[in-house]
């Protein structure tokens, strides 16, 4: 009998967590989608409408459109990191003096609050008061709107999410790079190989695993982005940086409208997933990942 | 256990055992304790927590009004708060008092807000309380303006104490309108100003400013132009009318607020459209723009030589208009939350702040929104802060208040967004003004819902 049950009442603490902490808000949220739930405006519809909040989420333009600039977004920002991170890691396996302490300095834009680092870049975009239109004036070019322009406002906040992020992909990348065997490279030294083609033949298809690990952990936390942003632009102006989470707050907290926040959450978390999904598919992650282990 | 088998039980004593009575005793100390009456009635100190934002007057709560309040009840009451950001408070605010939580004893509140918190029964008026209480200290309302009590008087009774009034301000560099040749009018139009904002744009200033974005202050951009084209009739706010029909294009007024402030676009700094309230005055201070029209809050520091460049060099007057002079007005107002535990030292802290001196503290601490009628008339408080005069032109030129929209509706926030992203589209060019319009309408009828 102890037998039987002790591992399962050893276990109940660990599932009485995992239930309250996960499963409960995860499986509260869903009932909350399937309702109209406005809890500051009392004279507001309230209850159960089935899946009315999904009808509207499907057809509703602000979510169409926050959608595609997460995907541009993450796009460019994931593309962006995955370049600079993957040079500065080959860069740095070159054994050059002060490296070390070069590879320590770099990490740190990954260490700072985001918060902090939408305030601070916030004031450097400043277009008449920031440094970065001083800087371009000082050597005779003109000064940018940057988050006050239509045109340049997304580009703006994805330079800021690949300054603070390469260094995370730097790190995934750079582990990946110093663990490579050695005996490929040689093979190819051997064989007369540039530098360029090793790289293209024998690094790229080593790293892939890696890589395609530091772009799955980065595009998801590229698409939940929301501090920076909110202290850069708040999704404007007019939109143009109007990403998911932005809009998703905007919903909850200014219009407090909770049911349909709750639909629109799960709409973009199963998209997302259906997202991951078909990238581990297409990369073959997975399969890589289990014939290696 | 050991002993109860060697001996047997003991023997039960009759009655109530003295453990049991000592017992009861603590249960009961407990409970009565936990009863916010008892603690009213105990004298103990209390502590009124109360939710700020971060502007003059609300340093001034935490630090000299505090002290003196202290003073004041003998050091009984202490003042304690939370300072949030402007666009941070109205979602703290929410959440707090939406989950029934006692944090805090006093909410302060944005004009626009207001409607949300008293619908929801969040907040205890402070004139029903002394209705049903009358041994509690008159309140004295006549030493201070009246104009945000349109927001916070509901069947003729007033809910909170207002700690600010805020209303548009035209600021005006005079140095570089005197270099230009510029005779200020009297009254300024909208011609007058685009005019102006176009000659003065030269040698890296920029001839005016706005802030498109911030949702408030955008707002504030826009009905600052629609507020002068017809006059307000009572019970209307702009928005609504008495039977909650929009009517903020009435007469094409919002497209033509719209295209006013499309014709001085090319006059205003780069990076306008992400400008909000923090952004207005370093411009100002630092000589980037020479004309700007926003609320009276925002410039405390525009005189002060030690923050800005151009101190002494600023004139303020009441805003341009194209038909009627109307000026809006907003502020902070203070409520007593309907879950504080403190209700009556906080309607009493409130009711010694009316008598005068924590308004006075406020102005120490730089406050420039001022309402105490004695500071408004003090030649020595005007010639202290210039911008107050605003009110001499608002009174020479028989202006009136009229109250900022869309503070009658319970989601204020949200059909004030679903304009703005309305107005800002147009601005920037992506709809005519008229789709703009006729879009916000939609969509204000559309969150209407209750």
């Known amino acids: ?293 | 256990m050991a002993h109860s088998s060697m001996n047997g039980p003991r023997p039960r004593r009759p009655g109530v055992s003295r453990r049991a009575i000592l017992k009861g005793m603590g249960g009961a100390a407990a409970a009565a304790a936990a009863t916010p009456a008892f603690r009213a009635r105990a004298g103990d100190k209390v502590n009124l927590n109360v939710l700020l934002t971060n502007i003059p007057w609300t340093d001034a709560i935490l630090s000299t009004v505090a002290e003196a309040y202290n003073a004041h009840t003998g050091g009984r009451v202490t003042i304690t708060g939370e300072q949030m950001p402007y666009e941070s408070h109205y979602e703290k605010m929410v959440l707090e008092l939406s989950s029934g939580s006692s944090t805090f004893d006093i909410v302060t509140s944005d004009t626009i807000w207001i409607r949300q918190i008293v619908n929801n029964n969040w907040v205890t008026g402070l004139e029903p309380m002394k209705a049903a209480d009358p041994s509690l200290p008159d309140l004295n309302w006549g030493d201070f303006l009246d104009g945000p009590y349109l927001f916070s008087t509901f069947n003729d009774e007033r809910w909170a104490i207002h700690a600010t009034q805020s209303t548009p301000v035209f600021v005006y560099r005079k140095d570089l309108l005197e270099d230009a040749g510029i005779d200020p009018p009297p009254l300024w139009n909208w011609d007058q100003y685009r005019d102006a904002a176009a000659k003065l744009t030269k040698n890296g200033v920029s001839g005016a400013a706005m802030l498109l974005g911030g949702q408030d202050a955008c707002m504030g951009d826009w009905m600052f132009r629609v507020m002068g084209y017809d006059p307000n009739p009572p019970g209307n706010d702009f928005l609504l009318n008495d039977d909650a029909e929009p009517i903020f294009n009435e007469n094409n007024r919002g497209v033509r607020a719209i295209e006013r402030m499309k014709e001085i676009l090319d006059y205003c700094p780069q990076g306008v459209f992400n400008f909000d309230y923090p952004d207005g005055p370093p411009l100002m201070q630092e000589g980037k723009a020479a004309l700007v029209v926003h609320w009276l809050d925002m410039w405390p520091g525009l005189d002060d030589p030690s923050i800005s460049k151009h101190a002494g060099n600023f004139g303020y007057t009441i805003s341009p208009t194209d038909n009627v002079s109307q000026h809006m007005v907003a502020g902070w107002g203070m409520f007593i939350s309907a879950f504080s535990e403190h209700q009556r030292e906080a309607y009493e802290f409130m009711a010694w702040m009316l008598e005068g001196k924590a308004y006075q503290l406020f102005r120490e601490a730089g406050e420039t929104t001022l309402i105490y009628k004695p500071d408004l008339v003090d030649p020595a408080v005007k010639a202290e802060i210039p911008l107050l005069e605003v009110y001499d032109d608002i009174n020479d030129y028989k202006t009136t208040y009229t109250a900022f929209p869309p503070y009658k509706v319970t989601n204020a926030a949200e059909v004030q967004r679903l304009i703005y992203e309305e107005v800002i589209a147009a601005v920037v060019g992506e709809k005519s003004p008229e789709t703009a319009m006729q879009t916000a309408e939609d969509r204000v009828v559309k969150a209407l819902r209750g």
Request: net charge positive; charged share 10%; with cysteine.
């Open chain 1, 1 to 293: 009998m102890r037998e039987r049950y002790g591992p399962w009442l050893m276990l109940t603490p660990c599932f009485i967590v995992l239930f309250v902490v996960g499963i409960y808000p995860l499986g509260y949220s869903l009932w909350i989608s399937l309702n109209a739930y406005h809890p500051t405006n009392p004279s507001f519809p309230q209850g159960f409408i089935l899946f009315e909040n999904y009808v509207t989420a499907f057809f509703d333009e602000r979510a169409r459109h926050a959608l595609g600039v997460t995907a541009l977004f993450t796009f460019s920002s994931v593309s962006l990191s995955l370049v600079l991170g993957m040079g500065i890691a080959l860069l740095f396996n070159i054994r050059l003096p002060g490296v070390a302490i070069a590879r320590a300095l770099i990490l740190i834009p990954m260490l700072v609050t985001p918060i902090a680092v939408g305030i601070t870049w916030r004031i450097m975009y400043n277009p008449e008061l920031g440094v970065i239109n001083y800087l371009l004036r000082l050597v005779g070019l003109p000064g940018q709107g940057w988050l006050g322009s239509m045109n340049q406002a997304l580009l703006s906040v994805i330079i800021v999410d690949v300054w603070q992020w390469t260094p995370f992909m730097f790190l995934i990348l750079f582990a990946g790079v110093r663990s490579l065997p050695k005996s490929p490279f040689e093979a190819a030294a051997i064989d007369g190989a540039a530098r360029w083609q090793t790289f293209l033949y024998v690094t790229l298809p080593m790293m892939r695993p890696v890589i395609v690990l530091a772009v799955l952990l980065r595009a998801v936390d590229s698409v939940r982005t929301f501090d920076q942003i909110f202290m850069m632009t708040r999704g404007g102006p007019n939109l143009v940086t109007d990403l998911a989470s932005i809009y998703l707050h905007r919903v909850n907290f200014k219009f407090f409208d909770i049911g349909y926040g709750a639909a629109l959450s799960w709409a973009f978390l199963i998209l997302l997933l259906a997202a991951v999904i078909a990238f581990i598919r297409y990369t073959g992650f997975l399969r890589r990942a289990t014939e290696a282990g």
